[in-house]
């Protein structure tokens, strides 16, 4: 905030402005507020002292006159990482040595960071997940609750957020951009900023915990995920059939193989009826041709174009075939769709195991690290993004996206051993029906809950005719199902999109955006959901008018979010969804402990939304479900001693699985 007596003239402007465009704003208006600053005479940050290469007895005496300082490695960048330098810093001044020098004095410097590392104080880290196995792998000792992550707590600050540390430094400090400085002469004085930078940032984050009431929320809860789920899922991997996916993949390239004869031939006959000359839009690669795609969809066959909702171009993407499937007379729509379903699956079976034969995925905790920002010479970076809900999510790959046909690559270690999956069974509807109070959702949930909501849609608009079909109760109805019949399962299916749609204040128009229902009959049921249970929207509405007054949320475990009033969707499934996320975390750490203790019982090898997938051996099963059931089925107290049933199945491969 600038106060003056008199309007304030500014010169100049960031050099991003000369490059402004919209996906660029939030680095745009950081220039401008950083020259807004400089023009009223507000001094930047002072720039931490920097000393490379300090003796032996310097390195001593720093470390004991702190106890509380942040630590940066730079290492290389494939596995087995090593590193090349590493620094350590209070703030205001920071301390760097070049590892690759092999001499007396690094050697010994190296292991005063060794010895001195786990002696009493805070270790400040920037992405603690990536960097505390390295020193692990060195032979040092952590003490984990001494550790405090900036990464993860602008993470709980902000989930929406961009969370690297160039970004945060930008946001929450008035510094000189200095991610620029990678490699040469020039590495060194890197390093010492990101340890430098690191240890300001927490104690920035910590006050802003701790104002946001989230202080205790983040040490208690967050960060022991750290130590016992983060590193461990990261580390760990689920072991991949090679032999089973070579067999995949033959399969896979044959099925494809055959579908690109079939589209020649089908574009050659649509061809000649349509009296166009056009050829197969597949080309030399196998891959078909978005603009040929376009053209045969929307020029030749005359379907409504659909365009990309955030694009607003035109799209050929699932979503959009979805929508154009009952206009299509040809075949082409169903044909282009089926190779949707190809293209899906060929992601997730030419995953490349590490050596040892596993997949290991990157787990990330909330936050955005995929930000854009300016240096001096003008680069850009990305990274990954995790969810705002406060879930975790994987990437490289992504194990919660892996389709049902796939999952069958994934395997126990040992021949002898068992996959457990253990899912909380509706979740989020009971959390909305614990807060809401809503009788009839109570009601649905003892049932089928899906199936319970498609009788009822059914009683109230008559969209699926049941009673045509000779079916007229409830009973009746989950009789059907069981055996299998087409019609109930088609609604129930189409009643499963709604009702999620509906738990996240989609409207018509998105819903079918989104899963391709039609307009007018998304509505029907939309409206109908609202009928079904009042109480649900009374506490949504409820929930807005909250946030009008206050600006934000706050679910029993004291995670907090704030929101703008037009949020609608997102405040409305924040309660369900954040207290969801903690109530895996909370039965994750119960889990971690148990299996610590009887480690030849099993392990978590993967965490997959509201499920956690665990192999151990065969003789053990029993035993293994005992524990984590009651882990994972434990009364939450701060739910008023409400606790959330699982699922539990088995199988020699993931696909495979069955109730126990």
Same mark, same amino acid.
């Given at each position: 905030?600038?106060?003056?007596?008199?309007?304030? +003239?500014?010169? /100049?402007?960031?050099?991003?402005?000369?490059?402004?465009?919209?996906?660029?704003?939030?680095?745009?208006?950081?220039?401008?507020?950083?020259?807004?600053?400089?023009?009223?005479?507000?001094?930047?940050?002072?720039? @931490? &002292?920097?000393?490379?290469?300090?003796?032996?007895?310097?390195?001593?005496?720093?470390?004991?006159?702190?106890?509380?300082?942040?630590?940066?490695?730079?290492?290389?960048?494939?596995?087995?990482?090593?590193?090349?330098?590493?620094?350590?810093?209070?703030?205001?001044?920071?301390?760097?040595?070049?590892?690759?020098?092999?001499?007396?004095?690094?050697?010994?410097?190296?292991?005063?960071?060794?010895?001195?590392?786990?002696?009493?104080?805070?270790?400040?880290?920037?992405?603690?997940?990536?960097?505390?196995?390295?020193?692990?792998?060195?032979?040092?000792?952590?003490?984990?609750?001494?550790?405090?992550?900036?990464?993860?707590?602008?993470?709980?600050?902000?989930?929406?957020?961009?969370?690297?540390?160039?970004?945060?430094? $930008?946001?929450?400090?008035?510094?000189?951009?200095?991610?620029?400085?990678?490699?040469?002469?020039?590495?060194?004085?890197?390093?010492?900023?990101?340890?430098?930078?690191?240890?300001? =940032?927490? =104690?920035?984050?910590?006050?802003?915990?701790?104002?946001?009431?989230?202080?205790?929320?983040?040490?208690?809860?967050?960060?022991?995920?750290?130590?016992?789920?983060?590193?461990?899922?990261?580390?760990?991997?689920?072991?991949?059939?090679?032999?089973?996916?070579?067999?995949?993949?033959?399969?896979?390239?044959?099925?494809?193989?055959?579908?690109?004869?079939?589209?020649?031939?089908? %574009?050659?006959? =649509?061809?000649?009826?349509?009296?166009?000359?056009?050829?197969?839009?597949?080309? @030399?690669?196998? /891959?078909?041709?978005?603009?040929?795609?376009?053209?045969?969809?929307?020029?030749?066959?005359?379907?409504?174009?659909?365009?990309?909702?955030?694009?607003?171009?035109?799209?050929?993407?699932?979503?959009?075939?979805?929508?154009?499937?009952?206009?299509?007379?040809t075949g082409t729509v169903d044909l282009l769709l089926e190779r949707s379903t190809y293209k899906e699956l060929e992601v997730h079976i030419q995953v490349k195991p590490d050596?040892?034969?596993?997949?290991?995925?990157?787990?990330?905790?909330?936050?955005?690290?995929? *930000?854009?920002? +300016?240096?001096?010479?003008?680069?850009?970076?990305?990274?990954?993004?995790?969810?705002?809900?406060?879930?975790?999510?994987?990437?490289?790959?992504?194990?919660?996206?892996?389709?049902?046909?796939?999952?069958?690559?994934?395997?126990?270690?040992?021949?002898?051993?068992?996959?457990?999956?253990?899912?909380?069974?509706?979740?989020?509807?009971?959390?909305?029906?614990?807060?809401? &109070?809503?009788?009839?959702? $109570?009601?649905?949930?003892?049932?089928?809950?899906?199936?319970?909501? /498609?009788?009822?849609?059914?009683?109230?608009?008559?969209?699926?005719?049941?009673?045509?079909?000779?079916?007229?109760?409830?009973?009746?109805?989950?009789?059907?199902?069981?055996?299998?019949?087409i019609l109930v399962k088609q609604a129930r299916h189409e009643c499963k999109h709604i009702g999620l749609g509906w738990t996240y204040r989609m409207g018509a128009q998105k819903?079918?955006?989104?899963?391709?229902?039609?307009?007018? &009959?998304?509505?029907?049921?939309?409206?109908?959901?609202?009928?079904?249970?009042?109480?649900?929207?009374?506490?949504?509405?409820?929930?807005?008018?909250?946030?009008?007054?206050?600006?934000?949320?706050?679910?029993?475990?004291?995670?907090?979010?704030?929101?703008?009033?037009?949020?609608?969707?997102?405040? %409305?499934?924040?309660?369900?969804?954040?207290?969801?996320?903690?109530?895996?975390?909370?039965?994750?750490?119960?889990?971690?402990?148990?299996?610590?203790?009887?480690?030849?019982?099993?392990?978590?090898?993967?965490?997959?939304?509201?499920?956690?997938?665990?192999?151990?051996?065969?003789?053990?099963? @029993?035993?293994?479900?005992?524990?984590?059931?009651?882990?994972?089925? *434990?009364?939450?107290?701060?739910?008023?001693?409400?606790?959330?049933?699982?699922?539990?199945?088995?199988?020699?491969?993931?696909?495979?699985? %069955?109730?126990?």
């Amino acid at each position: 905030r600038i106060e003056s007596t008199g309007p304030t +003239f500014v010169p /100049t402007v960031h050099p991003a402005a000369l490059i402004y465009d919209k996906s660029l704003e939030r680095s745009f208006l950081l220039g401008v507020y950083k020259a807004v600053r400089t023009a009223a005479g507000i001094p930047a940050e002072p720039e @931490p &002292r920097v000393t490379k290469m300090p003796s032996e007895a310097e390195t001593q005496a720093w470390f004991e006159l702190h106890s509380d300082w942040a630590f940066d490695l730079e290492t290389t960048r494939t596995k087995p990482y090593q590193v090349l330098s590493w620094a350590v810093s209070d703030g205001n001044e920071a301390l760097v040595w070049d590892k690759a020098v092999d001499d007396r004095q690094g050697s010994l410097n190296w292991h005063l960071f060794q010895h001195y590392f786990p002696t009493p104080g805070l270790r400040v880290v920037q992405n603690g997940a990536f960097d505390l196995p390295i020193l692990q792998d060195y032979g040092f000792e952590v003490t984990w609750d001494n550790v405090k992550d900036t990464m993860i707590a602008a993470s709980i600050l902000d989930p929406d957020d961009w969370i690297n540390l160039g970004y945060l430094a $930008a946001k929450y400090m008035d510094v000189f951009a200095w991610k620029h400085m990678r490699g040469g002469e020039e590495s060194l004085h890197y390093n010492a900023l990101d340890a430098a930078y690191t240890s300001r =940032l927490w =104690l920035i984050l910590r006050d802003s915990l701790k104002a946001t009431g989230q202080l205790t929320f983040f040490d208690t809860h967050i960060m022991p995920l750290l130590e016992s789920v983060l590193i461990p899922l990261n580390s760990t991997g689920i072991y991949l059939d090679r032999s089973i996916q070579s067999s995949l993949q033959d399969t896979h390239r044959n099925s494809l193989g055959t579908w690109r004869q079939r589209m020649s031939s089908h %574009c050659a006959t =649509l061809s000649t009826q349509l009296g166009i000359e056009f050829s197969s839009p597949i080309g @030399p690669s196998g /891959t078909p041709s978005t603009k040929k795609v376009q053209e045969i969809l929307y020029t030749y066959l005359k379907l409504p174009t659909q365009y990309h909702p955030k694009t607003k171009q035109p799209s050929t993407d699932k979503s959009a075939l979805n929508k154009l499937c009952g206009l299509d007379s040809t075949g082409t729509v169903d044909l282009l769709l089926e190779r949707s379903t190809y293209k899906e699956l060929e992601v997730h079976i030419q995953v490349k195991p590490d050596p040892d034969g596993r997949v290991r995925s990157r787990y990330v905790l909330g936050g955005d690290e995929k *930000h854009k920002e +300016f240096t001096e010479k003008g680069s850009k970076r990305s990274r990954d993004r995790g969810p705002g809900t406060g879930r975790l999510a994987s990437r490289g790959p992504n194990h919660q996206n892996v389709p049902k046909a796939a999952r069958v690559l994934y395997i126990p270690s040992y021949s002898e051993w068992s996959l457990l999956e253990a899912d909380h069974s509706q979740i989020e509807l009971r959390l909305t029906q614990y807060f809401s &109070r809503d009788k009839n959702l $109570a009601a649905a949930i003892a049932k089928d809950a899906h199936l319970y909501v /498609t009788w009822h849609v059914d009683q109230m608009t008559g969209i699926f005719a049941f009673g045509k079909h000779g079916i007229h109760d409830y009973n009746a109805l989950r009789d059907a199902f069981s055996q299998g019949n087409i019609l109930v399962k088609q609604a129930r299916h189409e009643c499963k999109h709604i009702g999620l749609g509906w738990t996240y204040r989609m409207g018509a128009q998105k819903l079918e955006n989104t899963t391709g229902i039609p307009l007018a &009959r998304g509505r029907q049921v939309l409206a109908s959901l609202d009928a079904m249970f009042p109480g649900v929207v009374l506490w949504w509405d409820s929930l807005v008018s909250f946030v009008k007054q206050s600006g934000y949320l706050q679910n029993p475990f004291g995670r907090r979010r704030y929101f703008a009033v037009s949020e609608v969707p997102a405040i %409305c499934n924040f309660l369900s969804q954040g207290t969801a996320a903690d109530i895996l975390f909370a039965g994750q750490l119960r889990l971690a402990s148990a299996l610590k203790e009887n480690p030849a019982i099993g392990r978590l090898v993967a965490t997959i939304h509201d499920a956690n997938l665990i192999e151990g051996p065969d003789s053990t099963l @029993p035993e293994l479900a005992s524990i984590v059931r009651s882990a994972m089925e *434990h009364p939450i107290a701060k739910l008023s001693g409400t606790y959330f049933p699982v699922d539990i199945q088995v199988g020699k491969n993931w696909r495979d699985l %069955c109730k126990i």
